[in-house]
Nanobody, 115 residues
Framework: QVQLVESGGGLVQAGGSLRLSCAAS????????MGWYRQAPGKQRELVAL???????NYADSVKGRFTISSDNVKNTVYLQMNSLKPEDTAAYYC?????????WGQGTQVTVSS
């Protein structure tokens, strides 16, 4: 079992920044990959960014150049730095971990961007 706890969401004006954190109950260097996903009301959950156990990253086109995913293997925490936020970034953001053939999810943190 892997437990994930997100934090850092909130309300921010367009153009502002937020940093999300995801604390994992396991050593993240042993996880195949960890990612940030988001789900807006009435929409499907979508991948925002992911980072592999060797540090490779991948981003959704809509956030490239604005969001940065990173990890701290000592703190077993993954971060999502979000800059130049737009109202369309408003969603519940979830941390996910894929390891040993299973997918784990955090409880989510709300990000609301006002125009």
């Amino acid at each position: 079992q892997v437990q994930l706890v997100e934090s850092g969401g909130g309300l921010v004006q367009a153009g502002g920044s937020l940093r999300l954190s995801c604390a994992a109950s396991t050593r993240i260097f042993s996880v195949n990959y960890m990612g940030w996903y988001r789900q807006a009301p009435g929409k499907q959950r979508e991948l925002v960014a992911l980072i592999t156990s060797v540090g490779s990253t991948n981003y959704a086109d809509s956030v490239k150049g604005r969001f940065t995913i990173s990890s701290d293997n000592v703190k077993n925490t993954v971060y999502l730095q979000m800059n130049s936020l737009k109202p369309e970034d408003t969603a519940a953001y979830y941390c996910g971990a894929s390891t040993q053939g299973r997918q784990y999810w955090g409880q989510g943190t709300q990000v609301t961007v006002s125009s």
